[in-house]
């Protein structure tokens, strides 16, 4: 298969598992229960705590190493600097987190679905990030990222992202919102992913010399992500370990997918 259509499948998977579970929006009756939500959730968390750690951080710290720089500065700024990045844009764009009415960011007359739907987009904006750097990597044939660890995360992403489109489309039809609707929402929240993807391999000339700070700085707001929403969500209201299940096998599942492909 060619670069360009390794790529061009490689950035479409990920939005391909938005649109499959904002898909659900069409099976799912009523309300979706507490139970499939939480499992949901936190099988979304532990595949991007997994995929942070093997797909970005171990190879940021590889490449370091391999160039002659000392290997945990690129991973430690990176990641920090990943973790400011979403904080900021968190603090920014108005949005409104799953089972509260008290909006965040700045001040805004948008509507609760709006904000819901800005909520996930946001948050979708580093998985993007995290698949254009891995497949610039592979363009670049310098940075030794192997087709298959390649499409590992772009499938862990995918994953992940299907139960988060779910989680967003279903709700809304209960908000008022037709089913036809709901899905529209919750597939184009994912369509910031190949876009964000396509604008980092567009600079990959600029951001090949500082790989590995990429890498990790893509870890960072994904870690980010999974503390700030998924993993309280996951475990909001009555103490469950469902959510904590769902998280063990997401881990498992995108420590599987990196060590098997990668």
């Known amino acids: 298969m060619s670069d360009f259509l390794n790529v061009a499948v490689g950035l479409l998977i990920p939005f391909a598992g938005t649109a499959l579970g904002a898909a659900m929006v069409y099976f799912i009756r009523g309300e979706m229960s507490d139970f499939l939500r939480r499992l949901m959730l936190g099988f979304a968390s532990g595949v991007m705590i997994a995929a942070s750690v093997w797909s970005l951080l171990l190879p940021a710290i590889d490449m370091a190493e391999t160039s002659g720089v000392i290997e945990w500065i690129p991973a430690v700024v990176g990641f920090l600097v990943g973790v400011g990045f979403l904080l900021l844009l968190d603090y920014i764009i108005p949005h409104l987190h799953r089972d509260t009415d008290i909006p965040e960011g700045k001040k805004s ?101 500082i790989l590995p700070y990429v890498l990790s700085f893509a870890a960072g707001a994904m870690i980010y992500v999974v503390v700030e929403e998924l993993i309280p969500e996951a475990q909001a209201g009555d103490h469950s370990n469902v959510g904590t299940i769902g998280a063990a096998l997401g881990f498992a599942l995108m420590m599987l997918l990196d060590v098997a492909l990668g």
């Open 109 to 209: 007359s948008l509507g609760k679905n709006a904000m819901l739907f800005l909520a996930v987009t946001l948050h979708n904006i580093p998985e993007g990030m995290a698949t254009g750097v891995v497949f610039a990597g592979l363009i670049s044939k310098d940075a030794s990222i192997p087709t298959t660890a390649a499409f590992a995360l772009s499938i862990g992403i995918a994953i992940q992202n299907f139960p988060e489109g779910a989680v967003l489309s279903v709700p809304m039809t209960g908000n008022g919102i037709s089913k036809n609707r709901a899905f529209l929402y919750g597939a184009a929240s994912g369509i910031v992913e190949p876009i964000g993807a396509l604008l980092t391999i567009a600079l990959t000339s600029i951001m090949l010399p």
